[in-house]
């Protein structure tokens, strides 16, 4: 039976897991990527649930285990250092995952093995873009117009090309916006490790804020900074600061941060020499469909961005990878359909994955030291009784129950 030829627009986590499935299906896969080399730059993710599963079926889970950070849980401290309360990972193999996830792992290491695993089936473009497109008035193709000038024609594109993404602007209609807010905003970067650090996350709160520091090797660590914007006259100030050069970035999170107790100095002194800082708005990204036609589809944070703080952004990447690609494998003759039941079958693990609870943003981020002091109490008193052990253990290990659906047309063993 006669493949398809697949344009997927993005090489991060997304673009590949599905070229990986699709590649296997026989179908000609082709992955275009602005950035001119392998992008393995990037924080520390994690990967939860379902997304475990999906690595297990991809066969990789074992490759992924010999990479992973070592991080046994996440503390809370105060100003002069001291741990308020431990949260320890759950590594027992049963139940769900705690703050921190038995399969923690940077960016740029998870990227190199998608890579690895693809680049003998998959052709790879960097430095190129996607600049246009447009579907054949009979739906037979999509033509595509690439950044230098070159045409090409496909039977499917993919716009896997995260929460900015520009195939997302192009099919939705120009007055719907996609994105939700949640006020928060973020910086991470790399810095020199220190004698104090270890394999604990540590949490450090002030007042609408959090600074964490993390290790992800003998040399080197992650600062994460993270603010709760109240204050409403300053939203498009905000709003404008991930657009802003990387100086005036720093310039910003240095002056708000400056003083304000614990490493946070330190952590800032190592953002003036780091070459790996970025900032961004925690969105999340709403859409009621994923797909225009029956020739394009969106996957990804460009389809159902569920925002950093969920912790579940990879595993909806791998998870709605494994979906479309067995949808689209199963109905290869019937995109339209294909995509609809994409949309059907994966929109209730989107819709669980998304949900937010501003309240409990508000608790998490105090805006009084009171309301820190009563947090970290709170918290210790329930890791005294280890509580968030418990309920780990005894959580199921699918999010809200949702079972990963079988597609033996995509030929997995486990």
Known sequence: MAGLKILICGGGCAGPALAYWLARSGHQVTIVERFPALRTTGAQIDIRAQGI?????????????????????????????????????????????????????????????????????????????????EQDANNQAVTVHFSDGQIRRYDLLVGAD????????????????PIKRLGLYLAYWFVPRAETDNNIRKVYHIPSAIIMSRTHSPTQGQAYFSLRNDNNSSDDEMRSLP?????????????????AGWQTDRLLNGMAKTDNFYCQEAIQIHTNTWSQG???????????????????????????????AGEITRHRHDLALAFANYDETLRPFVDEMQKFSPT?????????????TVLQWIVAVLCFFRVPDLIARFSPAEKAGWRLPDYPELKYTV
Do not use: H
Not at 162 to 177: M, N, V, Y
Not at 362 to 367: E, I, N, Q, T, V
């Open 294 to 324: 029956g020739r394009v589809v969106l996957l990804g944070d460009a389809a159902y961005c569920p925002s950093p703080i969920t912790g579940m952004g990879t595993t909806g990447a791998f998870v709605g990878a494994y979906v479309l």
């Open 53 to 133: 599963q999906v690595l297990q079926r991809m066969g990789l889970l074992d490759i992924i285990r010999r990479k992973l950070v070592d991080e046994a849980g996440v503390a809370l401290v105060d100003s002069g250092g001291n741990i308020k309360a431990t949260v320890l990972a759950n590594k027992s193999g049963k139940g769900a995952q705690s703050l921190t996830s038995e399969y923690e792992i940077m960016r740029g290491d998870l990227v190199r093995v998608l890579y690895d695993a693809t680049k003998n089936d998959v052709e790879y473009i960097f430095g190129k873009t996607v600049e246009s497109f």
């Open 162 to 177: 995260g929460q900015g993404s520009r195939i997302r602007k192009a099919i939705l209609p120009t007055d719907t916006d």
């Open 360 to 372: 409990l943003l508000r608790l998490g981020y105090p805006k009084t030291q009171w309301g820190i």
């Open 243 to 259: 657009r802003a050069s990387p100086e005036t970035q720093q310039e910003f999170w240095s002056q708000r941060f400056r003083g």
